[in-house]
Each structure stands twice: as structure tokens, then as C-alpha cells.
């Protein structure tokens, strides 16, 4: 009996030991750094997207969705998945440089053209801040489109009219003189002052 218990306590000692030994050498596994790499190179892409946000909505061309996607790769963060947040926050930087560069072109191109809405005229087009900020000036548009415009009473919503920012001071005193005598607004009728303004 007493070899028994010499056997069992030395086997149960053996087992013991080669476990804690077990442990002893099995290495401890540290922490990857690829997440926190990830992680950090997340939190970039979130800082360029936000940027271009900011850029695109200050001219007026940020996208609707733009902030939406931003805050879904914001939870894709939180929740730990680093790959669909840089994705995500890619997709939203592209856009806002996109509605950028749309804003700007259509900035660009408004300064020196003019897409006519329903229920315009000459008269309240050239009326306009952003055009002339004169009505009687409406005369400048008129020349500058003669090619689509027959008729200075009549003119068609869609239409691009060009707008002449390089008129001479002489050019803004003819149109403002015939603007001023040209008398009563017919439509379909070419009037013959309206020619003779033209062919000056």
C-alpha cells in the first residue's frame, strides 16, 4: 500500500510539474500590431474624408450621402472592423473631391453663362447679382446671343445664355440707352430698334 501511495504521489508530481513546465514554455502571445496599424491608418482615411467634406460643402458641392457614409465608417471602427472603416472613408474622401470639382466647374461656368428658368425674361436676368445687377443692361446679354435669340421678348427656358463680362463702359452706356427707348415688349415681333441695336 505504502508503494501505491509512493506511486500515485509520484506520478500525480510528475504531472504537476511537466504542466507547469507546459506553461512555462508556451509563449505568452502578445497583442498583434497589424489592428492598431489598421486602426491608425482608419483614423487617416476619417481625417481626408472629413477634410474633403468640408472642402466640397463650403462651395456648395457637398454630396447628401457624403456625411452618412463618413458615419458608417466611424462604426466600422468602433465595432473593430479596420478594413471596411478605410474602405468606407475612402469612398466617402472620392466623392466629396468629386462634388468639388463639380461645384467648381459649374461655379466656373455660371460666372459667364446663364441657364434660363421658366417665367425668366431678359429684363430680370440681367437684374440679378450674379449677372449684371442692372435690368437696363439686358441689351449686353441680347448681342452677346444674337445666334439663339431672335427675338429679345421671347426667350426659352434651358436656354445657355453667354454673359459678356468684358463690355466696355461705352458698351453698358449703348445697351442702357436702347434699353431705356426701345419701347413696349412684343412678343414675336423682331422690333426694329432691337436690329439696329444689333447691328451697331
Not at 489592428?35 to 457637398?62: H, N, V, W, Y
Not at 461655379?107 to 446663364?114: D, G, L, P, R, V
Amino acid at each position: 500500500m505504502k508503494t501505491t501511495n509512493i506511486l500515485k504521489h509520484g506520478a500525480l508530481s510528475a504531472l504537476v510539474l511537466s504542466v507547469a513546465v507546459g506553461c512555462a514554455s508556451t509563449q505568452q502571445e502578445e497583442p498583434a500590431a497589424a489592428p492598431a496599424a489598421k486602426d491608425t491608418t482608419c483614423q487617416a482615411e476619417l481625417a481626408a474624408a472629413e477634410a474633403a467634406r468640408k472642402k466640397a460643402a463650403s462651395i456648395g458641392g457637398e454630396w447628401r450621402d457624403t456625411g452618412k457614409i463618413i458615419k458608417k465608417a466611424k462604426a466600422a471602427l468602433k465595432a473593430g472592423d479596420a478594413s471596411k472603416c478605410v474602405k468606407l472613408a475612402n469612398q466617402a474622401r472620392r466623392q466629396a473631391e468629386l462634388g468639388y470639382a463639380q461645384a467648381l466647374a459649374e461655379q466656373t461656368k455660371s460666372a459667364n453663362s446663364y441657364t434660363v428658368q421658366r417665367g425668366d425674361n431678359l429684363w430680370n436676368i440681367s437684374g440679378k447679382d450674379s449677372i449684371y445687377g442692372d435690368p437696363y443692361q439686358w441689351p449686353l446679354i441680347y448681342k452677346a446671343n444674337r445666334s439663339q435669340i431672335n427675338d429679345a421678348d421671347l426667350i426659352f427656358p434651358g436656354q445657355d445664355l453667354s454673359i459678356d463680362r468684358a463690355a466696355s463702359s461705352a458698351d453698358v452706356d449703348a445697351a442702357i440707352r436702347h434699353a431705356k427707348t426701345r419701347g413696349a415688349w412684343a412678343i414675336g415681333v423682331v422690333e426694329e430698334s432691337d436690329k439696329a441695336y444689333l447691328a451697331r
